[in-house]
């Protein structure tokens, strides 16, 4: 558990004359389960599409498992052991459930040959294509949507599409899954189920995870070690009950009412 998976040392970001992310310095370590707070526009997301190569870095150092992932492209990022989810669902919705989480898993295809070989469909991709379906499906039954295989991504119900999504993030392989907001939208009942589906998958597939999220009884209920970022900047880092008590964090973003 104390060995560190992700290190970020001043991570800075600037669009034009906004900084959205000011000399962010964090780590995650293996098998942590870490909470990324703040009010809107405070850069979180912004720091996903840091660490995802969606962005390029201005200033800082982003070093995962001895990796520099500085200047890196997305792909790149994911094929080291980086998945992640977005605020706003992003699913093939004309795609089944199991076609969507065998797309996730052809990031495995690493080469133009490989490539070629699969468009031509060679023995050896015949081949590879079979695995990728038994692995997909090995998959949808851990995470309870074997049933559901067959079926549009957009036919299922919102908390499921949301854990599609996050299975489909799983296919990749990832180390460490960064999760952008997985509770938006969902219902209470949802919301638990939610939590003790990341919870499990941490368990069942050893990552480390960082979750973006606006409610406060999933930061407060799953995660080991919770950042705060207000207007960019690291304003607090601690456990839950620190961050709770945090005048900071209190009069930046939780408010007196959400601790009682």
Known sequence: MNEVVLELKNVTKRFGGLTAVDKFSGHVKKGELVGLIGPNGAGKTTLFNLITGMYELDEGEM??????????????????????????????SDMSVLENVMVARHCKLRSMFSLFSFVFKTPSALKFEK????????????VGLLNF??????????????KLEIARALATEPKLLLLDEPAAGMNPQETSELMEFIKAIRDEFGLSIIVIEHDMKVIMGICERIYVMDYGKLIAEGTPSQIQSNPLVIKAYLGEEVLL
């Open 63 to 92: 070093v995962f498992l001895g990796n520099r992932l500085n200047g890196l492209k997305p792909h790149e990022v994911t094929r080291l052991g980086i998945a992640r989810t977005f605020q706003n669902i992003r699913l093939f």
């Open 131 to 142: 695995s990728v379906r038994e692995h997909s499906e090995k998959l949808l039954a851990k």
């Open 149 to 162: 295989a067959n079926e549009k991504a957009s036919a299922l119900p919102y908390g499921l599409q949301r």
